[in-house]
């Protein structure tokens, strides 16, 4: 198993800045690629960004240029830097673990979410 413990949301005025931080402990062998997703209310989760085991990444177009994934190997944390934030942005953030067993077993595991709030 994997365990994902998320920090660093808040309140932040339009065209600020935050850092997103999942720390990931456990079965971290496993793990092909990690990222972050977020749910507004009413909406559906979405995919914000990813990064792959060898550093490939992925965006939302609506965070392209914005947003930036990156990931410490050394301290099994991925973090979400995202400047120039607008009120869409407001929704709680979920971190993410996309893991896949030496048995071909794939499975997702979620931290426990951050509200992220951009007022305007």
């Known amino acids: 198993q994997v365990q994902l413990v998320e920090s660093g949301g808040g309140l932040v005025q339009a065209g600020g800045s935050l850092r997103l931080s999942c720390a990931a402990s456990?079965?971290?062998?496993?793990?092909?690629?990690m990222g972050w997703y977020r749910q507004a209310p009413g909406k559906q989760r979405e995919l914000v960004a990813a990064?792959?085991?060898?550093?490939?990444?992925n965006y939302a177009d609506s965070v392209k240029g914005r947003f930036t994934i990156s990931r410490d190997n050394a301290k099994n944390t991925v973090y979400l830097q995202m400047n120039s934030l607008k009120p869409e942005d407001t929704a709680v953030y979920y971190c993410?673990?996309?893991?896949?067993?030496?048995?071909?077993?794939?499975?997702?595991?979620w931290g426990q979410g951050t509200q992220v709030t951009v007022s305007s």
């Open positions: 456990g079965s971290i062998f496993n793990i092909n690629a």
């Open positions: 990064i792959t085991s060898s550093g490939s990444t």
């Open positions: 993410n673990a996309h893991t896949r067993s030496m048995l071909g077993h794939v499975y997702d595991y």
